[in-house]
């Protein structure tokens, strides 16, 4: 897979090139399990994700992604780097300035974020299993004690600030508004338990929204999430008419 490694902010980032260029950019946020360093990245060596990246750059896109930090939590530094890279990746590729987000599980949290930060030049978000609200995850991490306590240690950390702030400010925080004007595909694919409930979670926060922008949800079953990379690059592609 042909791509560039480089260092930015001290964390390790990459460019994946398509086999022949659309001119359009795919920034990727991953999940907890995410990482980039000089010679890898979780999206090349975890297969379902490499199929997924091997149909996006075979649709002709170029993606970049960073290890923002590793378990970031939508945290403001994460975000920062985030935006710094697609600076970076403008200055030094030949991309349409306009970009889709591709998001999994806590990458969410940064692209929502990271959208609002980059109004007008996004052109449309798709979302993996999302987290969409730590208020909301932390809601059902409660029932588990053990992991709410070591979720918050990692919220904490991301944060840079003690655990009793960062308990207080989750209870306290608002909701997302979505208002960013980028259409926005959720994908659940329905793998167990927590995938459920996170979906429901999903659902029930959006349900909250007073004014809902342009929201797909699409549930799908472990057996067909090897067809999610041509449905992504499908659903992308719908938003490239206005360049």
């Known amino acids: 897979m042909d791509n560039r490694n480089f260092q ?4 390790w980032s990459t460019v994946y090139y398509p086999v022949k260029p659309s001119g359009f950019g ?11 360093d000089e010679e890898a990245s979780f999206w090349n060596q975890n297969a379902g994700k490499r199929e997924i990246l091997s149909n996006l750059r075979e649709a002709g896109y170029t993606l970049f992604t960073s290890n923002l930090y590793g378990k970031h ?13 697609y ?29 609002e930060e980059l109004k007008g030049k996004i052109r449309s978000i798709v979302l993996i299993n999302p987290i969409l609200s730590l208020k909301y995850h932390m809601e059902q991490e409660r029932e588990h004690i053990f992991f709410y306590k070591k979720v918050l240690g990692e919220i904490a950390e991301a ?12 209870k306290e925080e608002s909701l997302p508004e979505f208002d960013f004007g980028a259409p926005i595909r959720i ?3 329905l793998t167990g338990g927590r995938a459920y409930k996170n979906a429901r979670a999903c659902k029930n926060l959006l349900s909250t929204l007073q004014q809902k ?10 057996e067909k999430a090897g067809q999610l990379g041509m449905e992504i690059a499908r659903f ?8």
């Open 213 to 222: 922008p342009p929201i797909t949800e699409t549930y799908m079953l472990p």
């Open 26 to 36: 795919v920034l990727i946020l991953g999940d907890e399990r995410h990482f980039v």
């Open 187 to 189: 994908f659940h694919i």
């Open 8 to 11: 930015l902010g001290n964390q």
């Open 159 to 170: 944060h840079e600030v003690d655990r009793g702030t960062v308990e207080r400010e989750i």
């Open 87 to 115: 600076e970076i990746v403008m200055k030094n590729e030949i991309l349409n300035p306009k970009i889709h987000i591709l998001a999994e599980g806590m990458g969410a949290l940064a692209a929502l974020k990271l959208a």
């Open 73 to 85: 939590w939508g945290s403001p530094k994460a975000v920062l780097l985030a935006a710094m890279l």
């Open 236 to 243: 992308m592609s719908r938003h490239e008419k206005v360049l």
